[in-house]
């Protein structure tokens, strides 16, 4: 899986010690979407894949980073300088309620995150 010629690997986000979050760019068929998905090193020191994760067919990619740009709005004040000061659980930004345009397909119930 991880050296599959439909399968390029785009960054590595660590998790927790012995997992992390690994995204692909992933082409079965010659349809293109990412594959986001957490791996763990096993007993005999291998990483492997689990079944927990996120695929997002490229059509939805930029509603997925829209979303993210948005949430980072909230987590982050900006300070004009692009790091801002992060909000405390507490603290809410006050904006509009922004629905979902579509929905993302989830592999497995028990999110990554």
Do not use: C
């Amino acid at each position: 899986m991880e050296n599959e010629p439909s399968k390029k690997l785009l960054g590595e986000i660590q998790r927790r010690e012995g997992e992390v979050v690994r995204v692909y760019l992933y082409r079965p068929d010659g349809q293109a979407s990412l594959d986001l998905r957490i791996w763990y090193r096993n007993d005999n020191g291998e990483m492997r894949p689990t079944r927990k994760g996120l695929r997002v067919y490229a059509e939805l990619i930029p509603q997925l980073k829209a979303a993210v740009d948005r949430a980072m709005g909230e987590i982050y004040l900006d300070s004009g300088e692009g790091e801002g000061e992060v909000l405390g659980s507490g603290e809410k930004k006050n904006d509009k309620n922004l629905e979902p345009e579509s929905k993302v397909e989830v592999e497995d119930d028990d999110l990554p995150f």
